[in-house]
């Protein structure tokens, strides 16, 4: 059997922007660029931030995006597991909307333009904010070295204290966001993939949102939500975790990021875990 290689890399910062290139292993390390499929544990050392003003942390690839400045730490002591995932590794984040918080990320070495890239996590909602209509995006992909983003993955207040809804906009020139019909509930993990399909014809493309899907299928299953169409972008060379609006006062924790252009990489099944070589 071909043993397939998975290279774990620790980043950090809020905004991740990931960069990613189709690589022959399963998951490769991210180094200045990260290379896909990139599987992230976010093996750092807790009570640091992924970046500070200028760099990330403990060797890590995470990059601030933007013009913030103000310097959180997002780096929690322990892991989220899902069941059916293989064992969680390291640590998570913790982002925390707030005020001219840093919103870290990290490029792609290798952009993505055709077909469907892909990027899931384990994610616990410890507050749900008090926005029960719009509420905030925290993980976006943009293009290359750009803050244009798309497949803007948004986290409002549900009908009652500890319920929320998660929802998707393709990109800021759609028709808005397009909410789960259920709701989930604080303090559970779930796990959730977030994509961006590239479309043939101009101004197709579309964001896809799955929660909870059956962990090791060879493809993807209907998704729980689509995104209206808008403006298509050119490509796909980063990926971030956002800290919002201070006013919504979300709180969520992520873990175990992994991305790719192949479903079958970022749901992993447990059954599976002796394919990989972690190193």
Request: aromatic content about 8%.
């Amino acid at each position: 059997m071909e043993v397939t290689v998975m290279r774990k890399r620790f980043l950090q910062s809020l905004y991740i922007v990931a960069a990613l290139v189709v690589s022959t292993g399963l998951v490769s390390r991210a180094s200045a660029q990260a290379t896909l499929p990139l599987y992230d544990p976010f093996n750092y050392a807790a009570a640091q931030p992924l970046v500070n003003g200028t760099n990330g942390v403990n060797g890590g690839v995470w990059i601030p995006l933007g013009g913030n400045t103000v310097t959180t730490t997002e780096v929690q002591t322990g892991s989220l597991s899902f069941a059916g995932l293989p064992a969680p590794q390291g640590n998570k984040v913790r982002l925390l909307n707030g005020s001219n918080y840093i919103d870290p990320g990290f490029d792609l070495a290798t952009t993505v333009s055709s077909g469907v890239i892909y990027a899931s996590m384990i994610l616990n909602v410890v507050n749900e904010g008090t926005n029960t209509t719009t509420g905030d995006y925290f993980f976006a992909f943009a293009p290359a070295g750009g803050t244009d983003y798309r497949t803007r993955l948004y986290l409002r207040r549900g009908s009652a204290a500890g319920k929320f809804q998660l929802g998707m906009r393709t990109h800021s020139s759609d028709s808005g966001t397009v909410w789960q019909t259920g709701e989930q509930d604080t303090g559970t993990p779930i796990f959730v993939v977030a994509a961006y399909q590239f479309n043939p014809a101009a101004g197709d493309d579309v964001a896809l949102l799955y929660i909870n899907p059956v962990l090791g299928q060879p493809t993807p299953p209907t998704a729980t939500v689509t995104g209206a169409s808008g403006t298509d972008a050119s490509n796909i060379g980063r990926v971030g975790l956002r800290q919002g609006s201070a006013v919504t006062s979300q709180i969520v924790e992520v873990d175990e990021l992994r991305v790719s252009t192949s479903w079958t990489d970022v749901t992993p099944s447990n059954a599976a875990v002796g394919d990989w070589s972690l190193y």
